[in-house]
């Protein structure tokens, strides 16, 4: 599915393509290192948080550029009744400043186009927060490992109205 959109000649979003890849890459792993993790759980994440030109065709990766270039993306799959978002990453300089919720919006936007009656998503423990005030709710967690860690996952959902 493409998907452009505007607000103004200062916001857009595009269909990332192969040329994007290594930027967003970088730009989802600068994110996550944001939050304060050990650099040997990074390391361990590099490549959940690594594209691949492949990841262009499984999924649907939309960009949101602004002045000073990307500034964030997401990574959708299209599933009936429910898509997922795999990936919603803001470059750190400009977090705080509304790009992730535009880009959450966008993404919700774009699964209600493509027929879904919801959007799930695997949180970060420290998303969770920003999802909850997008009006998801917390619908169960999984358990995983990290450096041997335990670490629980919230899986939360933002549903509306059947299309």
Do not use: C
Not at 15 to 32: M, Y
Not at 44 to 73: Q, Y
Not at 139 to 152: D, F, M, S
């Amino acid at each position: 599915m493409k998907v452009a959109h505007h607000f103004g000649t200062e916001r857009a979003f595009r269909r990332a393509t192969a040329a994007d890849v290594e930027t967003l890459s970088g730009l989802a792993q600068r994110a996550k290192a944001g939050w304060g993790y050990p650099a040997a759980w990074l390391e361990e994440w590099r490549p959940l948080l690594t594209l691949s030109p492949g990841d262009l065709e499984a999924l649907d990766v939309v960009l949101a550029e602004g002045e000073s270039g990307i500034v964030g993306f997401y990574a959708l799959v299209h599933a009936m009744p429910v898509s997922t978002l795999e990936h919603l990453w803001v470059e750190p300089s400009v977090q705080r400043r509304g790009w992730g919720r535009r880009l959450l919006d966008h993404a919700l936007a774009t699964a209600r186009a493509g027929g879904a009656r919801a959007l799930r998503v695997e949180a970060d423990p420290n998303a969770v927060p920003f999802y909850l005030g997008a009006g998801a709710r917390v619908i169960g967690e999984r358990l995983t490992r990290v450096a041997e860690t335990p670490r629980r996952l919230p899986l939360l959902e933002i549903s509306w109205d059947a299309p």
